[in-house]
């Protein structure tokens, strides 16, 4: 499991003076907090009346992310951080409210691919026809809305300015927040290939980005079914990659700057790197079996090789000295053999 908790922003939308919407926002809160915490998430509650966006006053568009005030910065953060939102909002004729509009229109990327769900509440409707015009905006931004929906008619559902408490209710929360993490989950490539700054990779929609100790459960499976091969070539099980623990490799991520090939989610290729005096060291360069043979792993290697060559006088590597798919790769790299030890090691080093 991650070690980093899904987060995702209860919005509370009204900025009226005496609205309910933040007695409603405190219910859910409260509500789904005991099954947030099984669900590996941390719940921010942000109103907008606090936050006192005014009316969209950036030169620039949304989309450029040159902000230059204050407050939109602190929005912008608090959006970019979140993975997913739960809009509590009222129906102001027909629509939803301007403040929610206006909270929408100040950003672009940082919204996208994330879901959003909605509680609402009014009086006939319930606040359902400011969900569906809603739903409309955040689309466009490439937010994700949710199947479920909450609605809650005044008269119903509160008694002195609280929600009244109902099992129902409570089942009803706690399916939503169900539906809005399993949907953050499978959003969360996209989301990832759509920040700004991320490498694009060799294969169409593939990308990189470092690795962190969040990764380490993929990099584990990684590399225990890349180095098969590499223990069939030199008869040998005694390989770090497959006697390492998640906690080894958790190790050397904090030690290594290891970049992650991903594919749709799935970690498909790496490559560590780091620097010691004036000598770059590459090692764990793996590829996923199914995708081997398409220039992925010399790709990685160069990554890794450019990443050192402007820091260092020269570059080390190492592998088995049977596994002639990985001395072709790198000789052809320019690679030239150093040593070659009683284990069957062989090291190569290329000057830069």
Known sequence: MSTKPLRVVVLTCSTRPGAIGPAVANWLVRTVAPHAESLHVELQHVSLRDLDLPFFDEEDHP????????????WSKIVDEADGFIAVTPE?????PATLKNALDYLSHEW????????????TSAGTRSVQ?????????????????IALRLKDTIDSAAVRP?????????????????????LKPMRE?????????????????????????HVLVLQRCCWVDEALS????????????????????TEWETIGLWLHGR?????????????????????????????????????AANSLASSCDRIELSTGSRSTKNLHLYTSEGFVQRTEDREGTVELVKRS
């Open 112 to 123: 996208a691919w994330k879901p959003m769900g909605f509680v609402s509440y009014g009086n």
């Open 92 to 96: 102001y004729n027909y629509g939803m």
């Open 193 to 217: 290939a759509a920040r700004p700054g991320i490498d694009a990779g060799p294969l169409p929609g593939s990308y990189t980005r470092p690795l962190t100790l969040d990764d380490a459960p």
């Open 234 to 253: 030199n008869e040998t099980l005694d390989l770090a990659p497959f006697t390492e623990t998640l906690e080894d490799v958790r190790t050397w991520l």
């Open 166 to 186: 109902s099992a129902h209710l409570t089942a009803s929360a706690n399916g939503l927040l169900e539906e809005l993490v399993g949907l953050a989950h499978a």
């Open 63 to 74: 989309a450029l992310g040159a902000y230059r005030n204050a407050h939109t910065k602190a």
């Open 267 to 303: 970690l498909i290729g790496m490559v560590r790197a780091r620097r010691t005096s004036q000598t770059g060291h590459i090692g764990r360069l793996a590829v996923v079996p199914d995708l081997s043979g398409r220039g992925i792993g010399r790709w990685l290697l160069r990554h």
């Open 133 to 149: 015009h809603a739903k409309q905006v955040i689309t466009t931004l490439r937010l994700v809305p949710l199947g479920s929906t």
